[in-house]
C-alpha cells in the first residue's frame, strides 16, 4: 500500500508566495487595490479571500494553478 502525499492547501501556497516574493503586504495592496486588512487577516488565517482578490493576488505575484490530478473520465 502507498501513502498519499498529504496535499497543501491552495490558501497556504497563496500565503507562501506572498511571503516569499519580496514585496511588503502593503505593496501587494497597492498594486491589487485590496484593502491592508483584507490581506493581513488572510495571511493570519483568520479569513478566506474572494475569487477576485485570489484573482488579484495570482495576476500580480504571476501566479497559476496547476493540477496534480488526471481529470475526471465521464462515461
Known amino acids: 500500500?502507498?501513502?498519499?502525499?498529504?496535499?497543501?492547501?491552495?490558501?497556504?501556497q497563496v500565503r507562501q508566495a506572498i511571503k516569499d516574493c519580496g514585496e511588503t503586504q502593503s505593496a501587494i495592496c497597492d498594486a491589487t487595490e485590496l484593502d491592508n486588512a483584507t490581506l493581513s487577516r488572510f495571511m493570519s488565517g483568520e479569513?478566506?479571500?474572494?475569487?477576485?482578490?485570489?484573482?488579484?493576488?495570482?495576476?500580480?505575484?504571476?501566479?497559476?494553478?496547476?493540477?496534480?490530478?488526471k481529470p475526471v473520465q465521464r462515461k
Do not use: C, F, N, Y
Open 1 to 12: 500500500m502507498t501513502a498519499k502525499a498529504k496535499q497543501v492547501k491552495l490558501s497556504d
Open 47 to 69: 479569513r478566506g479571500l474572494s475569487t477576485p482578490a485570489l484573482d488579484a493576488i495570482a495576476e500580480h505575484l504571476e501566479l497559476s494553478v496547476v493540477s496534480g490530478h
